[in-house]
């Protein structure tokens, strides 16, 4: 299976290993391995540049940001467009880059670069329409009025389950909005950032205003949440590292956006579609190998409908195809790493020895595919909900099933998480729908729908879930500044 990533590219000058750092390549002696998680075969050595790579990237970035921010907005978009269109142009050898390093399957990935792509478009759009207000004041002869002006340097930390799209959905609106950007893709994954970086080197973008660094996030980190130019940090991973993130980020005051653990919720109703329900857990569960923080986590179903879900999701997990990422039927790929592995086996053992019934699936087949490969599991968890995987992200292909009375018992249970991100219900009744989505305490509700995320609405949680949102006019207004001025002596 092992093939080299180059061979497997139309353009292999995209495959880069070096930073991108003012305009330019920046390559260093000291170096990571990048390892496709499907064979744990070698994808590529990269340049790991340290803190005094990350020094230059936000030197680079503040010097760019006294011009840049000058930058006509109509002009700003018109890059940010150009880019768009080579992400698009270039999404077939950005879908291998991913499966490569990260092992999604290359259908996912190529929708990966596509959904990421349209961030990059609505953000060219929306920046156009960012606009201040003519405000009433109390000051007889005066005028007031608002301006949004950009925040300045922005460092946007990425993880490694999409690549591509979690840069766009940052550094697409930062970027239109008239902020510079540094960015720290995940060690795991760097080669997306870096090919989204000879992109904008190609759209036109001037030296220093786009800048990808790539190493260790022990070094790199705190150089970006100590510089006094970064003015803001946007970050998308575990909740323990965004609260490190923000109190580093507190002794500068700098601005945080933290799109952080998700705990979802997969409600079903006794009046829902079961075969739809079927159909969206599927859909919210197994994508990327279920390593998405939007992830159905706990699928509560009342009794009356419980029986018939488990019955049709067994069906359709039974029928997913585990493999390779470039193999054209694969439904799974693999996890992460081995790491990944042990921890989901680690919460299936937990609910097993706490007397969950395994439906199917329910073990490791890294041993036996030579990968970091996990069975696609359904587990009938029953009322339990106290089984580790109901209150800890599995981030695996495995769907849990428990029981829940009425829909009072079934809004206690959805809100019992310190998390807050997405939710989803499958009911039919539109009063359900108003109380429901209204009770349940996530910043994303997804009635009848298993995807919440577009480049058009807003993306993001609540409690422990984050701070800020991502996508539509509140993504582009994230990297703003609200400016008043107030013009006395109008009336002289």
Request: hydrophobic share 45%.
């Amino acid at each position: 299976m092992t093939t080299d990533l180059k061979d497997r590219l139309k353009d292999p000058s995209l495959l880069k290993t070096a930073s991108f750092v003012d305009g330019g390549w920046l390559d260093s002696s000291d170096f990571f391995e990048v390892r496709n998680p499907a064979d744990r075969s070698l994808v590529a050595k990269v340049a790991d540049v340290g803190a005094g790579g990350a020094h230059r990237a936000v030197d680079a970035a503040a010097r760019a940001f006294a011009s840049w921010k000058q930058v006509s907005v109509y002009e700003r978009a018109r890059l940010v467009r150009r880019w768009h269109d080579l992400i698009v142009e270039h999404a077939a050898d950005l879908g291998a880059i991913i499966t490569a390093e990260m092992g999604k399957p290359l259908k996912e990935a190529r929708g990966e670069v596509v959904y990421g792509a349209g961030f990059v478009s609505w953000s060219a759009e929306e920046a156009m329409r960012v606009h201040g207000e003519t405000l009433s004041t109390p000051f007889p002869g005066s005028r007031g009025w608002t301006l949004r002006q950009p925040v300045g340097v922005v460092a946007c930390i990425t993880p490694w389950n999409f690549p591509s799209a979690m840069i766009t959905r940052k550094c697409a609106p930062a970027l239109a909005a008239g902020c510079t950007v540094v960015v720290k893709p995940a060690p795991e994954t760097p080669l997306s950032a870096l090919a989204l970086a000879e992109l904008a080197k190609r759209a036109g973008f001037p030296a220093g205003v786009f800048n990808v660094i790539c190493g260790e996030a022990e070094t790199l980190g705190p150089v970006m949440t100590k510089a006094d130019a970064v003015r803001m940090i946007g970050f998308t991973g575990s909740t323990e590292v965004g609260k490190l993130l923000m109190r580093q980020a507190a002794d500068g005051v700098k601005r945080v956006s933290l799109e952080l653990g998700g705990n979802a919720p997969f409600l079903i109703m006794d009046d829902a579609d079961v075969e739809a329900a079927a159909d969206g857990v599927m859909a919210s569960k197994f994508r990327a190998a279920g390593q998405t923080c939007v992830s159905a986590n706990r699928i509560i179903a009342q009794e009356g409908v419980a029986d018939a879900l488990i019955k049709a999701l067994r069906v359709r997990v039974e029928k997913l195809k585990v493999g390779s990422g470039f193999e054209e039927r694969t439904d799974i790929g693999p996890l992460i790493h081995d790491e990944a592995v042990e921890r989901v086996a680690a919460l299936v053992d937990d609910a097993r020895e706490r007397g969950a019934k395994i439906i199917t699936g329910g073990q490791s087949l890294a041993g036996k595919m030579g990968g970091a490969f996990y069975a696609p599991t359904l587990i009938e968890g029953g009322s339990d909900v106290s089984l580790s995987m109901a209150s800890n992200e599995i981030f695996g292909p495995v769907a849990s099933v428990y029981r829940a009375a009425d829909e009072a018992e079934m809004i206690r249970l959805a809100n019992d998480t310190r998390y807050g991100l997405a939710a989803y219900l499958y009911t039919r009744d539109v009063g359900r729908v108003h109380r429901m989505s209204e009770a349940l305490e996530f910043g994303m509700v997804g009635v009848n729908a298993p995807m919440v995320g577009s480049p058009a609405t807003p993306f993001g949680g609540m409690k422990e879930s984050g701070i800020g949102r991502e996508g539509g006019k509140w993504g582009v207004e994230e990297f703003t500044e609200l400016k008043f001025v107030l013009l006395g002596g109008v009336d002289k």
